[in-house]
């Protein structure tokens, strides 16, 4: 596999750049006919990120998925310069297709400064070494996965994720999902890059986290999925390539909508993020 799909994840952070605060993103030959929200996530985030000054990282951000993106052509990013502060910047970008606006975020970045400190702690979880590998998890579960399911979790990817308690994914469980992660391969050590591929990885298995709760997968053809909004929080700069634990749970679904939230935790206990999403859940009458 060699460093290749890490540099396949990066490429996706290389955006063109078509004037005055405005970028162009593209999609990897993978993506099939669905663009993944996080990918939307992070290039916006990178487009913005191009214009604050680099003493300034990103702590927060706020977005919505407004219309279902086409991966097979380009997104332009628009970023408008909202506030320029002593402490704090604001910028807003847009992404659009076909002159449309498919996804819009606001996000804040901070003069980092030091201040009062807490931080809720991690839970206790097996070693992400002691777990299988996802593509692992396919033949134990084989008969039990949904068709679509498998080649998502056999393909070959920068991500490296390990599953605690696998077993609750095919089964009705309030308990929420801990989810071990990082990224494969050599990245650089700006904290931008990390940011971004903290802000791409966040979006990954939350809307699941609601289904598992009805005993339901986002690869149910009798579901229909999409995010509506994400939220990020980061709290310490992230490392993508060292493990992470996303520590997940739904406290609420209602008229076809699931809220999840993400905790995002270094190895040794740190919390580096909070995520909030709200998603479509939506049971169809007929495939």
């Known amino acids: ?39 939307v996530v992070a290039q916006a985030l990178v487009a913005a990120t191009r214009t604050v000054p680099a003493d300034r990282p990103a702590h927060s951000l706020h977005a919505y998925f407004v219309l279902a993106g086409d991966p097979q052509i380009p997104i332009d990013y628009t970023v408008e310069r909202i506030r320029d502060g002593r402490s ?44 299988e590998p996802i593509n692992e998890l396919v033949e134990r579960f084989r008969a039990f996965l949904p068709t679509p399911s498998e080649p998502w979790m056999q393909r070959a990817s920068a991500l490296d994720m390990r599953v605690v308690a696998p077993e609750t994914l095919l089964s009705a469980s309030r308990a929420g999902q801990l989810i071990w992660f990082r990224v494969r391969g050599p990245l650089p050590e700006d904290e931008p890059v990390h940011a971004a591929l903290l802000a791409f990885l966040s979006d990954m298995t939350l809307l699941n986290t609601a289904l598992a709760v009805h005993g339901r997968n986002i690869f149910d053809p009798l579901i229909q999925v999409a995010s509506l909004d994400h939220a990020l929080w980061i709290h310490e700069a992230p490392r993508v390539d060292g493990w992470l634990l996303y520590v997940q749970e739904s406290p609420a679904a209602a008229h076809a909508r699931g809220l999840t939230f993400g905790k995002i935790y270094a190895r040794d206990g740190r919390l580096l993020a909070s995520v909030a999403q709200e998603g479509l859940i939506r049971l169809r009458t007929k495939l």
């Open 1 to 39: 596999m060699g460093d290749a799909p890490a540099r396949e994840l990066l490429a996706l952070l290389d955006l063109e750049t078509l004037g005055a605060d405005r970028f162009r993103g593209h999609s990897p030959a993978s993506a099939g006919h669905h663009l993944y929200g996080g990918q």
């Open 88 to 131: 704090f910047t604001t910028r807003r970008c847009v992404a659009a297709q076909r002159g449309r606006t498919i996804f819009s975020l606001e996000a804040s970045f901070q003069l980092r400064e030091p201040g009062l400190a807490h931080a809720a702690e991690m839970p206790q979880a097996p070693t992400p070494e002691s777990l």
